[in-house]
């Protein structure tokens, strides 16, 4: 479903033959995924992704790199780009920009249950301690420029009641966090869903897709994880998963009093820019590939509940 490019096996050979990775034994399309053509491939060596880039901004894939090669060299958990014998991780193939990965062990958590949760606000407060000092530069493309330029497309399809609240939102933002960048800055994943995780059982087999990675407030990236992996159905926040993952976070980075004052309004923010990503998606720029949509009305929900209720105390911790 989603092997949008198809390779043979020559061809895959052949681009094995420019790395120290072994001889291909199998290659296997891999049905997830929704903007990559991905593959297994195993080789007489060792278990390894292929992944295709058929979309995006190919420019911006050296950052990703880097990125990764970055974490990867300070022990994260995260699938560090295989490098070639002249250095490079970055190939052609099949006309597409290339990148092969190790595999990664484990299944994408549906329900994550308490110990995940810990694994990984864990793995977020330690990325953002070494992700603090990344020397790279890309900045955040779902920031609240961005919100501010892109939510005027999807108004005409709302309702009066929710073009009320989108605006409304959106005006409160610029007012609470305007162009002052007082926040902790360094690296994000930008997109930490539960199907951008594998666990294998409790213990985190790594962090993938990255190619929402960028600099900016490390409290954005955060707040999407707990909009996501801490969420009941009705949008409302679960305070044990909340708490399991905002300990173990900040047992390795506390939270500073800025980003206790802008933790509620930045739950709201990342709520709503998948509110927004989602409506786009589904009204203004479809993908060219028959792939179903994620529901934008999730994030309205949770939107909505954050605003009912506002967030959860943040947890205590002495480090
Ligand atoms: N390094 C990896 N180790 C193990 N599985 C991976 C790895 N990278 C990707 N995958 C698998 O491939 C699927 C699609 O990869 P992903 O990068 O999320 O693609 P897309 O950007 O198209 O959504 C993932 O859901 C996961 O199952
Ligand atoms: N995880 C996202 C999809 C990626 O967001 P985008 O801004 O890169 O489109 C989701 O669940 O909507």
Redesign the pocket.
Known sequence: M?VFTPLTQPQVVEFLSRFDAGALVSLEG?P?????T?FFVTTNRRAL?L?LFEQGEHEELPFFVELLDYLDEHRLPV?GPLHDRNGDALHTLAGKPALL????PGQ?PKAPNLAQCHELGDTLGHMHVVSRHFPGHRPNPRDLHWLLLMHHKVLVYLSPEDQTLMKDEVETYQGFFGDATTLPQGALHGDLFR??T?FDGDRLG?L??F?NGCTGDLLFDLAIVINDWATEADGRLDPARHDAILVAYQARRSLTVAERDAWPMMLRLTALRYWLSRLLVVYVDPPAHDLTPHDPDRFRTILKARLEDGALPLPEVSQ
């Open positions: 989603a891999v997830a995924g929704t903007e990559n991905t992704v992944t699938p990965f190790p595999k990664l994408h199907d951008n594998l790594g993938i897709d190619y």
